[in-house]
């Protein structure tokens, strides 16, 4: 079964950095596209984050572009996303999926109906 298993959240102040890890099994990691997407309170999940299936191209967010970088490494089934400059606006629960397609967003994009439980991110003085 399809398990998606997200960690390296925390507390951290503006201007810093944290490393966010998906772990992945259950399916063939290498063979998909991965996303990140975040959902702060009130607010609809957003896709901020893609990368192609052996890594070579990335896409990102404006909101996010410049500051975050994802990364795979698919001896690991294990995805990344490297968060620097962080701001009070990316206070979010942040989710990782595959894809069948590059930064989609689309729910028909996704090739599984499952979502981890999320890593928390608070960005706070």
């Known amino acids: 079964q399809v398990q998606l298993a997200e960690s390296g959240g925390g507390l951290v102040q503006p201007g810093g950095s944290l490393r966010l890890s998906c772990a992945a099994s259950?399916?063939?990691?290498?063979?998909?596209?991965m996303s990140w997407y975040r959902q702060a309170p009130g607010k609809e999940r957003e896709l901020i984050a893609s990368?192609?299936?052996?890594?070579?191209?990335?896409k990102y967010a404006d909101s996010v572009k410049g500051r975050f970088a994802i990364s795979r490494d698919n001896a690991k089934n294990t995805l990344y996303l490297q968060m620097n400059s962080l701001k009070p606006e990316d206070t979010a629960l942040y989710y990782c999926?595959?894809?069948?397609?590059?930064?989609?967003?689309?729910?028909?994009?996704?090739?599984?109906?499952?979502w981890g439980q999320g890593t928390q991110v608070t960005v706070s003085s």
């Open positions: 990368i192609t299936s052996a890594g070579g191209s990335t």
């Open positions: 999926n595959a894809d069948y397609s590059f930064y989609s967003g689309s729910h028909l994009s996704r090739p599984f109906d499952y």
């Open positions: 259950g399916f063939t990691f290498s063979s998909y596209y």
